[in-house]
Structures are given as C-alpha cells and as structure tokens.
C-alpha cells in the first residue's frame, strides 16, 4: 500500500491545486479535505475527498478533522495555507484539550491524532516561530543570516522617527489577522500615516448570523466548540515596522524531515505584480546562500514537511530574509524544472528509501499561471515554459476563471 498523505485546505487560492499531482506522481496515496469549490478540490489527481466545512472548523467544530485522521490514517498530513498551519499546530500540543478564542469548552484531541499531527510537522517547540515574521527573523539574525532592520510600532511616532532614521521607503506590517491587507509599503509620510490608520483599526465583526450560527452549532454539538484556532497567538507587539530591502523578490521551496532539508531550489522573481508584489515571471537557478539560510532555519524549527523561506535578493546577489512559511510554495511543483522533486523526496523519507541523485540542470525562467495572466492578459508568451496544468482540465478551467 502506498503511503497516505492528506491536504487540508481552509484559505482557498491558487496555490495548492498543483500540489495533488506532484505528490500522486511521487507515489502517494493523496486525500484531500477542503471546501467543494476551492481551488484544491479542482484537482483531477485526488483519490479521496472528505467533506470540510472552513467556517464551522474555524468555531472549533472538530469532530470531522479527528474523524478524517483516525479513519484515513495518514502518514502525512500536510497543510495548504497558513491558517491550515495554525490549527494543525494548536491541536498537535493539545495535551489536556485545545481551546482557542471564542470557545465554549475545552476539547479533548485524540492520542492517536496529535501522533501523526506531530509526525506530520515536526518539533513543536518551534511552532511559536514559524509564520512568525518578527519571532523568525530574530532567529534568523542568531544564526548570522541578514534581515531588514525592524521595530515594534506602539504608536505611529514611533514608526515616523523609524523612517527618519532608515529612509523611504519603509514597510508597515501587521499580525495577528488572516486575510485581509497586511503588509503596507509606503513611500513617505502620508502614505505612512495611511497605512497606520488602516492597519490598526478594528477587524470588521462577523455579523449576527455568525454568532447564531456559532450557538446552534455549540448546542447541537454539547457546547462543544474549540473556537478559532487559525488565528496567531498575540504576544507582545502587533504591529511592526522594518526598512524596505531594495532588490527581486526570491524563494526557497523545500522538503524537509525532522529539520533536514532534502531537497530545495531557488527562484527568482523576474517580473511581479505591481499592485501585490507576487512573482509572476521567475528564474530557477542555483542559490548557495538561500539554501544554507534554509539548512539553518529548517533545523531551528526541527520542521517537518514541505515550506519556504522568502527573501529579497539584493543587487549585489545578497539575499535578505524576510519570512519562513510552513506550507508549500505556490511554486513547489516547478521543483523537477530545478532538479530538487519535493514530493520524491518526501516520499524517500516517507518509504526510507534513498532519493534519486538528479544533476543540477540549467538556470530556466518560468512564466506563472495564472500570477503572469492576471498581471497582463493579452501578454504573448513563450508556451514551453507557461507553466499551465494543461493536463487537468478541470483545474486549468478553475484557475482561468482568476483571470477573466
């Protein structure tokens, strides 16, 4: 029997459609739990599908998580997005029950399913830290591995003498929220003064059919309900202000297990969107400094699975680090074009077999679908290297439907 791995899906986007077929190509098993219409359930290379509701798991009704994982069994479980990522996380060290914000009571998680949640990612005494942007980075710093000069911003004078003291421009970013604008690049003071007033107003409330929802839910279930543990746990500061690193946007996708690194490529960004700053036309080539950076971090985080580490990579070639994601890439399936295949690799892990030595091949540039489409539609482009699952229709037909 293959081994089994099962993706979990709250946040619905582009980026884990790809993510069925690389790991069913690399011989596993691949199950899936997501919402019906997001991007992950589009996949033809699904062998099993179980039911997910986003809104009722992030109140904390558990019971059909605990019943996919005992009842499916996988080796692996791997999740999607970064709220996926929080969840997974807050159950695995639920020792005596999970309750999160907005719980009625305390849930007991089963032994068997913190097992192959902890299986899954790795030592949880680093959980705190990744997708942590500031707790990440001062790892990073320890470690001797250049990151922006940043500070804590308890009020907008503070961020104002920052800019004083780094230039313009600067990057305003706020924790603690999924969704939504985060990150705020700002050019000089009024733009500043804008981000602020953006970044620290409320979060808007979610309605009173939320809340009703969230009784009958809790009384249908015995009170029953975790509350939301998708959201990153507030200590100390939530918004933060660090200086603007001139230079192309890069990433390192890896798989790693038990904080090695098996296998890893570099790319960067060529062309990105103006507006978001996401790659959409990217460079695969060697990087020595992202992936000793990516050595280095993976075994602080003793981390488990497939992630990232972002930079910008400076003029001079210098990378400067930026964040560590604990979740796949939306480029992890380019990693045959760059000689690093993570699902082969993690499947090597998974059957303790050894991967198969492949020779670097040459720097290649990829254009992003459907990143580069949405950017410039009527773009012609090189079709070799476009980068659309042509054999999927279904999800080359969900993916299309982001750039119409």
Not at 35 to 58: K, W
Not at 166 to 187: D, F, K, M, Q
Request: hydrophobic fraction near 45%; charged fraction near 20%.
């Amino acid at each position: 029997m293959p081994p089994r791995i099962l993706l979990l899906a709250l946040s619905d986007w582009f980026g884990p459609g790809r993510l069925p077929k690389m790991l069913r190509d690399a011989g596993f098993e691949v199950a899936i739990m997501a919402e019906t219409g997001a991007m992950l359930a589009q996949s033809s290379h699904v062998d099993y599908r179980f039911p997910l509701s986003a809104e009722r798991l992030r109140l904390g009704v558990l019971g059909p998580l605990f019943a996919t994982i005992l009842d499916y069994n996988p080796r692996f479980v791997l999740p999607c997005d970064e709220a996926a990522a929080l969840l997974l996380q807050a159950v695995a060290v639920s020792f005596d029950g999970v309750r999160g914000p907005g719980a009625m009571l305390r849930v007991m998680v089963p032994e068997r399913v913190r097992e192959v949640l902890l299986r899954s990612l790795g030592d949880s005494r680093s959980f705190s830290l990744r997708g942590n942007r500031v707790g990440a980075r001062r790892a990073a710093a320890l470690m001797h591995i250049a990151t922006p000069a940043s500070q804590a911003v308890p009020y907008l004078q503070v961020a104002e003498a920052f800019a004083e003291t780094h230039g313009w421009p600067v990057v305003l970013t706020r924790s603690g929220r999924t969704g939504g604008e985060r990150v705020r690049i700002c050019a000089d003071a009024a733009a500043l003064r804008d981000a602020y007033s953006s970044l620290t107003a409320p979060a808007p409330s979610a309605g009173p059919m939320h809340g009703l929802r969230r009784l009958v839910w809790g009384l249908a279930g015995g009170l029953r309900l975790a509350g939301d543990l998708t959201l990153p746990p507030q200590d100390g500061a939530s918004l933060w202000i660090e200086e603007h690193i001139p230079g192309h946007p890069a990433t390192y996708s890896f798989t790693a297990h038990e904080g090695r690194v098996l296998a890893g490529f570099a790319a960067i960004a060529e062309t990105v969107q103006p507006a978001t700053g996401i790659a959409c036309q990217v460079r695969l080539e060697p990087d020595r400094a992202m992936a000793e950076a990516a050595q280095l971090m993976v075994g602080r985080m003793v981390f488990t699975g497939l992630g990232g580490l972002h930079f910008v990579r400076r003029p001079d070639g210098r990378p400067c680090f930026l964040k560590f994601s604990p979740r796949p890439t939306a480029l992890s399936h380019l990693g045959p074009l760059a000689g690093a295949d993570l699902a082969a690799a993690l499947m090597a892990a998974a059957t303790n077999t050894p991967a198969a030595p492949v020779a670097p091949p040459a720097p290649v540039s990829v254009t992003l679908f459907p990143q580069d489409w949405q950017r410039a539609p009527g773009a012609i482009r090189d079709a070799g290297l476009d980068d659309r699952p042509n054999d999927d229709p279904r999800l080359l037909a969900a993916l299309q439907a982001l750039v119409e």
